[in-house]
């Protein structure tokens, strides 16, 4: 049975994201072409249709999760003064929700150490995403004054990411709860956002 473009599309959007749910919970190292192409519904050997290896999979799944993560950036921020904006991106980041939705979560916390395995297309797009968030959140700074927005944005980045981490690795839930809270208050507190909460 042949299908139009549009339906190919659609199978080809559905196994990306299925990739993308499965490589943010598990690792890129763990998800198995046959194991994506199954919770699709699809059989294994339809995946050449849409890719050309599992790296190409790889790659669109963590464009997807960029994507995703863009879009919950405009949710938080947009309709928002830039200090209500950033308190709210950072009251979600570091939030225990998503800290607990591996499946659906920032990729930049999730697959942060798989990165340097991975191919050199792979790393180049995960590297702009990385960049995006940090001129987003600088764009926000220079509009409320800060004078060395690019800077404090490239270390808001790495606080979010290393505390959700941190939140996420701790087994205790009382203390991955208190990581997260205590990151939240200090790093609003360093942006000049404490009245925006």
Not at 145 to 154: F, L, R, V
Not at 163 to 171: C, F, H, K, N, T
Not at 173 to 196: F, P, Y
């Amino acid at each position: 049975m042949r299908y139009d473009a549009e339906h190919k599309q659609k199978t080809h959007d559905k196994v990306v994201r299925v990739a993308a749910r499965a490589i943010r919970a598990e690792g890129p190292d763990r998800v198995g072409v046959a194991g994506v192409m199954a919770q699709a519904g699809l059989t294994h050997g339809g995946f050449y249709a849409h890719f050309s290896s599992k790296d190409e999979l790889v790659t669109a799944a963590i464009g997807e999760m960029l994507a995703q993560g863009r879009a919950r950036q405009r949710h938080e921020m947009d309709g928002r003064g830039p200090a209500e904006g950033l308190a709210a991106y950072i009251d979600f980041y570091l939030s225990p929700a998503h800290r607990d939705d591996r499946s659906k979560g920032c990729p930049m916390a999730a697959l942060a150490s798989d990165l340097p395995r991975l191919s050199e297309d792979t790393r180049r797009l995960f590297a702009d995403g990385t960049r995006h968030l940090a001129d987003t959140l600088a764009g926000k700074l220079r509009a409320l004054g800060h004078d060395d927005a690019a800077a404090e944005a490239h270390s808001a980045v790495a606080e979010l990411i290393g505390a959700l981490s941190l939140a996420r690795i701790e087994p205790d839930a009382t203390r991955s709860d208190a990581i997260l809270a205590g990151s939240r208050r200090l790093l609003k507190r360093r942006l000049g956002l404490e009245a925006a909460t």
